[in-house]
């Protein structure tokens, strides 16, 4: 998502748990929203159960959370405005939040409902792509 040059929004609808939670931080500033009932959900990655998986195998997965756990912290802390050590010792346990605690968390800047202004600025994909000149051929 940071690495076009589009506005990104983001919309929380429902319940955003964990990477999705994270997307929904990372949109742009601004433009990341929660509907009145949605609730964010912050955790820290699970390790899947390991069976009769050898201790290797073992070792090579919990190397692998470890470090997806390392880059979930550093995302949301850079779009949060959190600290790293703030939010690691937040995901050691889910936490639920409504869409005003999220607000207060950083990871949305607004609640919007449906006939909200912000959701009719949002461009249908023909128009985006008439204001980045794209040409669309008809079939003839």
């Given at each position: 998502?940071?690495?076009?040059?589009?506005?990104?929004?983001?919309?929380?609808?429902?319940?955003?748990?964990?990477?999705?939670?994270?997307?929904?931080?990372?949109?742009?500033?601004?433009?990341?929203?929660?509907?009145?009932?949605?609730?964010?959900?912050?955790?820290?990655?699970?390790?899947?159960?390991?069976?009769?998986?050898?201790?290797?195998?073992?070792?090579?997965?919990?190397k692998e959370v470890k470090a997806?756990?390392?880059?979930?912290?550093?995302?949301?802390?850079?779009?949060?405005?959190?600290?790293?050590?703030?939010?690691?010792?937040?995901?050691?346990?889910?936490?639920?939040?409504?869409?005003?605690?999220?607000?207060?968390?950083?990871?949305?800047?607004?609640?919007?409902?449906?006939?909200?202004?912000?959701?009719?600025?949002?461009?249908?994909?023909?128009?985006?792509?008439?204001?980045?000149?794209?040409?669309?051929?008809?079939?003839?």
């Amino acid at each position: 998502m940071k690495y076009i040059g589009n506005e990104i929004y983001t919309v929380g609808t429902g319940v955003a748990i964990g990477q999705a939670c994270m997307l929904l931080s990372a949109g742009q500033k601004g433009k990341r929203f929660m509907t009145p009932h949605a609730t964010a959900m912050l955790h820290q990655p699970k390790v899947p159960s390991t069976g009769e998986r050898q201790a290797t195998e073992v070792q090579i997965k919990w190397k692998e959370v470890k470090a997806q756990k390392e880059v979930l912290v550093k995302i949301l802390s850079e779009t949060t405005g959190r600290s790293a050590s703030k939010v690691e010792q937040d995901i050691q346990r889910p936490l639920y939040m409504t869409a005003r605690d999220a607000i207060a968390y950083g990871i949305a800047d607004k609640i919007i409902d449906k006939p909200s202004e912000t959701i009719d600025k949002v461009l249908s994909t023909g128009d985006w792509d008439t204001a980045a000149g794209l040409v669309q051929k008809s079939i003839a």
